[in-house]
């Protein structure tokens, strides 16, 4: 099967969510490779710009820096504007996505690369006609630290009406025990926060009656706090998502934070990618819940979709399957991001993504996962994959 980096619009509608069911453990076909993908040193040649924009009202873009410049295969922008990344300082960055001015949206960002660094967004806003992102990275133990990462942004139409596809929210006030945040920041449904303790939230996103999904969560500001998902369920006619935030040494800490509940990709202009929940950290190989994963690759046929399988490669370290997403091309576009789940302390960081020489259509989506201390330790994790991938029959 071949697949083509042709950018389409289309609109899709709701689709069907699967009973709450953890599915077996099965063996996955292929043998654990020794390494996981890891970030590449070069910048590869840029694909073609004259995407086209997502749905209407949408706008989404996201940039994957290297460690030394921004990789354009790996970067998009639906406004078919120019994306750059600069460095004013130690893990001090701005992305900045041309064309794509605008108020409100959703900003995730992910450290990638296996030595344990963490990173996250310090602010996000319009600059003339382009938007601009802040990044702040730093180690373990709370220092600035300079570090590849993913950034990835989102603004899609709609408001606070209930979507099928998702929602997201910035939590702004992070001392404050009961609110609700600013519906510039809010899509998909309308939010309120609760938090419950030091460094805990409930984030209510009401309508979203729904079970499966995933969910991508990055602390906001320029200090070293970090945040994670501990858990989601459906609550009668809502979703109850519960954030946990940690300060440097992983004691609990306030801090402000970006949600994203994905139950369907939007975000690329083919709305093809797909995500996962690994819910089994210490199994050697296996097929995680039916009901949290995702896969789609858009065809002018029928849309082509695939079970994802997860190896533990060795401790904190994983590597994420997706069958047929890997376009063929030594170095696959799109943008890989991880969010850590449970109560602890533990992150999670992506590593890379590549396609296998024994299999080019098989993308391969490295993740590895550290304590507190930046030690590497099993835990769970949810992995989101957005691809500009077409399949023409």
């Known amino acids: 099967m071949k697949t083509n980096l042709k950018i389409e ?23 654990a490779p020794a390494e996981e993908p890891m970030v590449e040193d070069r910048a590869d040649e840029s694909v073609d710009a004259s995407e086209e924009a997502l749905r209407s009202g949408d706008a989404a873009g996201w940039a994957f820096y290297n460690g030394s410049g921004l990789v354009p295969v790996r970067s998009f922008n639906s ?22 001015s605008g108020s409100g949206g959703n900003v995730q960002v992910n450290a990638a690369g296996g030595d344990g660094q963490r990173c996250k967004v310090a602010s996000w806003g319009t600059a003339g006609a382009a938007l601009q992102v802040n990044i702040r990275c730093h180690t373990a133990a709370g220092q600035a630290a300079n570090s590849p990462f993913i950034v990835s942004y989102a603004r899609f139409a709609g408001g606070t009406a209930v979507s099928s596809d998702g929602a ?20 998909g449904a309308p939010s309120t926060v609760n938090r419950t303790r ?7 996103l009401a309508g979203q009656a729904s079970d499966g999904g995933s969910m991508l969560v990055t602390a906001y500001g320029t200090g070293a706090e ?16 519960e954030v946990r935030c940690f300060g440097p040494g992983g004691a609990p800490a306030d801090s402000r934070f970006s949600l994203r509940y994905i139950r369907d990709v939007r975000d690329a202009a083919t709305e093809s990618g797909g995500f996962v929940w690994a ?9 995680p819940s039916l009901t949290f994963q995702h896969h789609r690759i858009t065809s002018e046929c029928n849309d082509i979709t695939e079970v994802l399988t997860a190896q533990r490669l060795s401790t904190g370290r994983y590597l994420i399957k997706y069958p ?37 259509d098989l993308l391969d989506v490295g993740v590895r996962c550290f304590n ?20 023409a029959c």
């Open 9 to 31: 619009s289309l609109r899709r509608g709701p689709r069907s969510v699967l009973a709450l069911l953890l599915a077996a453990a099965v063996p996955a076909c292929a043998a």
């Open 79 to 100: 406004s078919g504007g120019a994306t750059r990344v600069v460095s004013s300082g130690v893990g001090v960055y701005t992305a900045t996505f041309d064309g794509l």
């Open 168 to 187: 997201y929210v910035w939590v702004d006030r992070p001392s404050t025990d009961v609110f609700t945040p600013s519906p510039t920041y809010q899509w």
């Open 198 to 204: 030091t460094g805990r939230y409930i984030v209510t």
């Open 226 to 241: 970090y945040c994670k998902t501990a858990e989601w369920q459906r609550v009668g006619t809502d979703t109850d998502v």
């Open 279 to 287: 819910h089994d950290p210490t199994a050697a190989s296996y097929t």
């Open 324 to 360: 047929e997403m890997g376009s063929g091309t030594a170095v696959p576009s799109g943008a890989a991001l991880a969010t850590a789940y449970g109560t602890g302390p533990e992150y999670c960081n992506v590593t890379g993504w590549s396609t296998p020489a024994s299999d080019p």
């Open 372 to 391: 507190a201390s930046g030690s590497l330790v099993d835990t769970q994790f949810t992995q989101t994959y957005f691809a500009n991938l077409f399949h």
